[in-house]
């Protein structure tokens, strides 16, 4: 099977910049860079409910991960400003609600990003768990796996093809011109996020590649397993596919990114909702000696 993207000692290294306002985003990205992270990654929801009873997936008890005064910013908007001081770094979302919008207005700022960054953009893209959310854009969050089921090749089209034209259950336009297209086409990575067997199966049928939330070498060898499994299901065993999983700035080491990356992760972000701003300065220099004494060591062997 050949989906793996990065063979060791290839394995990257990014960024979640989930606490990060707009006044010390440009300083993070640089310092990320400077540091050796292949990405950075940024949060997304539209709005913030004053009350929510959907359950969060990711946290024990299924309470909202962080308050209600959260500020929210558009992850476009926030990856422009990152792609006009940097020149390698990859920019993605973790990730967007793509069955919130309108597939023409998430392209057009993909490809935006995508232009502006000669070809850095990442969309980091998952179905949303808020119902609330869905609420308030009146939009049926039950629909949201079928409308995503139409929103990706409606995307791809729109990247690399002279007309695109839909006619789908959720997404109807006759053809239209696209332009300009993303430097990446149809190529921009698209990768979902969830850890359910219905998101394993999305990202595997669908996707570029699958974010995880929290992973051990454990977890991440039984994702692997499994995504390895549904990808040869769906014909796709030698497409590459690769595999990002997230854990938390305490856990990073040398020996954890090495036994992640044998688990079969391609690359390991770094991020938590929790962790002050004020202490991001430190965890960047320490993760700049961790992936110097990571490429030192491969060097040697």
């Not at 990152?82 to 609600?97: D, E, F, H, M």
């Not at 992640?260 to 220099?285: F, K, M, N, Q, Y």
Request: net charge negative; aromatic share 8%.
């Amino acid at each position: 099977m050949s989906r793996r993207t990065r063979p060791y000692p290839d394995v990257a290294v990014g960024v979640w910049m989930a606490v990060v306002e707009p006044d010390s985003l440009v300083d993070f990205a640089r310092r990320a860079e400077t540091a050796g992270c292949d990405s950075v990654w940024v949060p997304e929801h539209l709005i913030w409910p004053a009350t929510i009873t959907s359950p969060y997936p990711y946290k024990d008890g299924g309470g909202p991960p962080v308050p209600s005064s959260v500020n929210l910013y558009d992850p476009w908007a926030l990856l422009s400003a990152v792609a006009a001081v940097t020149t390698t770094i990859r920019l993605g979302t973790c990730v967007y609600v793509l069955p919130l919008r309108d597939p023409l207005v998430t392209a057009r700022a993909v490809a935006t990003l995508d232009v502006l960054s000669n070809g850095r953009a990442i969309l980091g893209a998952g179905l949303g768990w808020m119902k609330e959310e869905f609420d308030a854009a009146g939009i049926d969050f039950r629909t949201r796996a079928s409308r995503s089921d139409e929103i990706v090749p409606v995307l791809r089209s729109l990247w690399s093809q002279e007309l695109t034209r839909a006619s789908g259950r959720h997404i109807n336009f006759e053809p239209l011109y696209f332009y300009p297209k993303p430097p990446q086409g149809a190529s921009l990575p698209i990768v979902f996020g969830g850890d359910s067997e219905p998101a394993l199966r999305r990202a595997a049928r669908l996707g570029d590649g699958w974010l995880g939330t929290w992973c051990t070498p454990t977890s991440t060898r039984a994702y692997v397993t499994r995504l390895e499994e549904l990808l040869t299901e769906y014909g796709r065993a030698d497409e590459p596919f690769e595999v990002t999983v997230m854990i938390k700035p305490r856990e990073v080491s040398v020996d954890l990114i090495e036994e992640l990356h044998a688990a079969g992760a391609d690359r390991i972000c770094i991020g938590s909702p929790t962790v002050p701003l004020a202490v991001w300065p430190e965890i960047l220099d320490n993760l700049a000696v961790v992936l110097a004494k990571l490429r030192g060591d491969s060097a040697a062997r």
